[in-house]
């Protein structure tokens, strides 16, 4: 089992930036793709990004694409979310997850989330 722990989330004005930390916990936690995900009120939740196990493959919703940069430090058991020039309309709670296995489909197969942490852009 992995445990995960987002912090980070906070109110924020259009064209602000948060960068969006997931602590984990679990001797396999270097071996495991990370994804993020968000869901508004009313929405369901979407794909926002992930990366692989060592850090050098990522996959991007066309959404956040060249604003959001994923990235992680084993070392650490953390995964963050740089997010820049935020929009209102990235507004959502954002969770982190966690799956096991090859480098498939990057955007599903997850069995570990976290409890979210919720980002407001303001206009």
């Known amino acids: 089992q992995v445990q995960l722990v987002e912090s980070g989330g906070g109110l924020v004005q259009a064209g602000g930036s948060l960068r969006l930390s997931c602590a984990g916990s679990?001797?396999?936690?270097?071996?495991?793709?990370m994804g993020w995900f968000r869901q508004a009120p009313g929405k369901e939740r979407e794909f926002v990004a992930a990366v692989n196990w060592s850090g050098y493959s990522t996959d991007y919703a066309d959404s956040v694409k060249g604003r959001f940069t994923v990235s992680r430090d084993n070392t650490k058991n953390t995964v963050y979310l740089q997010a820049n020039s935020l929009k209102p309309e990235d507004t959502a709670v954002y969770y982190c997850?966690?799956?096991?296995?090859?480098?498939?489909?990057?955007?599903?197969?997850?069995?570990?989330w976290g409890q979210g942490t919720q980002v407001t852009v303001s206009s």
């Open positions: 997850a966690a799956k096991g296995g090859s480098w498939i489909d990057p955007r599903a197969g997850y069995v570990y």
């Open positions: 679990g001797r396999s936690f270097s071996l495991y793709t």
